[in-house]
């Protein structure tokens, strides 16, 4: 549906008078047989004569040319070609010209992200494949495609001068799409690595996420240790650190798991737990984030030195915490064997007739509705009651209520 919105968002530029063309990210990934995540339109409409073909538009950038059309239920981002001025914050151009196609992918970060494609155009042949439309190749991409290479448009210098996060986007985009970064980029982004402290963090954060979102992440932390880039992105000595954890992770681990396995890698289990202050920082992590990764650590800790002496109800209070499941993904990453054995004994706990994390048959409430008096006690006393609950030891609120009035006197809960 994508497709098709953008498709006709094109073709009524076209009708109009002029060209529109797919850019950028959906062109590389349909020329590689991929399902491209969203749809841009480039073409050589100004922001007003694009707020006066369609009905339904919101400006995103329109200083910068980009606009936002809503068309068949989906949003297709439409930018003006475009040549750019000098980076002064190397991030954002100072200043923007509406332009033509050619100066609109020479102002492009890399080749296989400036291609063009007509998709009111006839089918046509490329490689092996029929395309839905006409590619338009101005620098080089459709080679690099092929030769599955990552490389600079014009002078790498100068692209990552503009922008300096350019450089964890060859890594990135490299590493997903099994691509290798071209000798003279890689050379500029090793020589440019320490510079990459010069942006802000937040967006350091992100390309980090979206790395650790995806099953190349190891290839991804490895070309960065390779080009010196993780010194920079976490504020540590770099090192060309073996990346066993990480790269023994299943593809479809979580961003915490994957950022705990880097943690490891680099540091150990113990250094690891230490890392998350200064990686909060450093990749500006959000408090869910933060705590997530944090959770995923204590209980691979707890995982590896207790499990085998822990009573049943502390099993099953540790298989529910949060971070649990990441912690066994870890844990599975760095001894297969141990997690198996941990897998079956929680499979053992889920089907005892209990389960892992059942409702409380005593709450609070009760407790109180029973006339004890609330206290500092009352969690203490609760958590017994529950415990017992876990180990099958009480099923029935009588049964819970009748331990609990045992028990009060040892948490100083009195009625």
Same mark, same amino acid.
């Given at each position: 549906?994508?497709?098709?919105?953008?498709?006709?968002?094109?073709?009524?530029?076209?009708?109009?008078?002029?060209?529109?063309?797919?850019?950028?990210?959906?062109?590389?990934?349909?020329?590689?047989?991929?399902?491209?995540?969203?749809?841009?339109?480039?073409?050589?409409?100004?922001?007003?004569?694009?707020?006066?073909?369609?009905?339904?538009?919101?400006?995103?950038?329109?200083?910068?040319?980009?606009?936002?059309?809503?068309?068949?239920?989906?949003?297709?981002?439409?930018?003006?070609?475009?040549?750019?001025?000098?980076?002064?914050?190397?991030?954002?151009?100072?200043?923007?010209?509406?332009?033509?196609?050619?100066?609109?992918?020479?102002?492009?970060?890399?080749?296989?992200?400036?291609?063009?494609?007509?998709?009111?155009?006839?089918?046509?042949?490329?490689?092996?494949?029929?395309?839905?439309?006409?590619?338009?190749?101005?620098?080089?991409?459709?080679?690099?495609?092929?030769?599955?290479?990552?490389?600079?448009?014009?002078?790498?210098?100068?692209?990552?001068?503009?922008?300096?996060?350019?450089?964890?986007?060859?890594?990135?985009?490299?590493?997903?799409?099994?691509?290798?970064?071209?000798?003279?980029?890689?050379?500029?982004?090793?020589?440019?690595?320490?510079?990459?402290?010069?942006?802000?963090?937040?967006?350091?954060?992100?390309?980090?996420?979206?790395?650790?979102?995806?099953?190349?992440?190891?290839?991804?932390?490895?070309?960065?240790?390779?080009?010196?880039?993780?010194?920079?992105?976490?504020?540590?000595?770099?090192?060309?650190?073996?990346?066993?954890?990480?790269?023994?992770?299943?593809?479809?681990?979580?961003?915490?798991?994957?950022?705990?396995?880097?943690?490891?890698?680099?540091?150990?289990?113990?250094?690891?737990?230490?890392?998350?202050?200064?990686?909060?920082?450093?990749?500006?992590?959000?408090?869910?984030?933060? /705590? %997530?990764?944090?959770? !995923?650590? +204590?209980?691979? @800790?707890?995982?590896?030195? #207790?499990?085998? *002496?822990?009573?049943? =109800?502390?099993?099953?209070?540790?298989?529910?915490?949060?971070?649990?499941?990441?912690? /066994? %993904?870890?844990?599975? !990453?760095? +001894?297969?064997? @141990?997690?198996?054995?941990? #897998?079956?004994? *929680?499979?053992?706990? =889920?089907?005892?007739?209990?389960?892992?994390?059942?409702?409380?048959?005593?709450?609070?409430?009760?407790?109180?509705? !029973?006339?004890?008096?609330?206290?500092?006690?009352?969690?203490?006393?609760?958590?017994?009651?529950?415990?017992?609950?876990?180990?099958?030891?009480?099923?029935?609120?009588?049964?819970?209520?009748?331990?609990?009035?045992?028990?009060?006197?040892?948490?100083?809960?009195?009625?």
């Amino acid at each position: 549906m994508a497709r098709d919105a953008a498709v006709d968002v094109a073709r009524r530029l076209q009708d109009a008078g002029h060209i529109a063309y797919f850019a950028g990210g959906c062109v590389r990934d349909e020329l590689l047989g991929l399902e491209p995540t969203d749809y841009d339109v480039a073409t050589d409409a100004t922001p007003e004569r694009i707020r006066g073909l369609f009905h339904r538009t919101s400006e995103v950038g329109a200083a910068f040319g980009v606009m936002l059309v809503r068309e068949n239920h989906q949003t297709i981002e439409v930018a003006t070609f475009r040549e750019e001025g000098a980076y002064s914050d190397r991030r954002r151009p100072d200043d923007v010209r509406f332009s033509t196609p050619e100066h609109d992918a020479r102002r492009r970060d890399y080749t296989v992200n400036a291609l063009f494609l007509d998709p009111v155009a006839a089918d046509e042949a490329v490689g092996q494949s029929t395309i839905h439309g006409h590619v338009i190749d101005l620098v080089g991409g459709l080679d690099d495609l092929r030769a599955k290479r990552i490389r600079a448009v014009g002078d790498p210098n100068d692209r990552l001068a503009e922008d300096h996060l350019r450089a964890l986007r060859a890594v990135r985009l490299a590493a997903k799409l099994g691509f290798e970064i071209e000798a003279g980029t890689a050379r500029a982004i090793r020589e440019h690595a320490s510079e990459l402290v010069g942006v802000s963090r937040e967006r350091i954060g992100e390309e980090v996420r979206r790395m650790m979102g995806h099953a190349s992440r190891a290839k991804a932390v490895a070309m960065m240790q390779s080009l010196g880039l993780d010194a920079p992105v976490l504020g540590e000595p770099a090192g060309d650190h073996p990346l066993a954890t990480l790269g023994a992770l299943a593809p479809g681990a979580s961003p915490s798991a994957a950022l705990g396995a880097w943690a490891i890698d680099r540091s150990g289990a113990v250094g690891a737990a230490e890392a998350v202050g200064a990686w909060r920082v450093r990749l500006m992590l959000s408090n869910e984030e933060s /705590r %997530a990764l944090r959770d !995923a650590l +204590d209980s691979l @800790a707890a995982l590896r030195a #207790d499990w085998g *002496a822990m009573p049943v =109800a502390a099993r099953k209070r540790l298989l529910a915490t949060p971070g649990c499941d990441d912690a /066994r %993904a870890m844990l599975r !990453a760095i +001894d297969a064997v @141990a997690c198996d054995a941990i #897998d079956r004994d *929680a499979n053992t706990l =889920a089907s005892d007739g209990v389960g892992i994390a059942p409702a409380p048959v005593l709450t609070g409430d009760e407790l109180v509705g !029973a006339g004890f008096k609330p206290g500092r006690g009352f969690k203490g006393l609760l958590d017994l009651v529950y415990d017992a609950q876990l180990e099958g030891r009480v099923a029935s609120l009588d049964e819970a209520m009748a331990l609990a009035t045992r028990e009060a006197g040892r948490f100083g809960v009195g009625r």
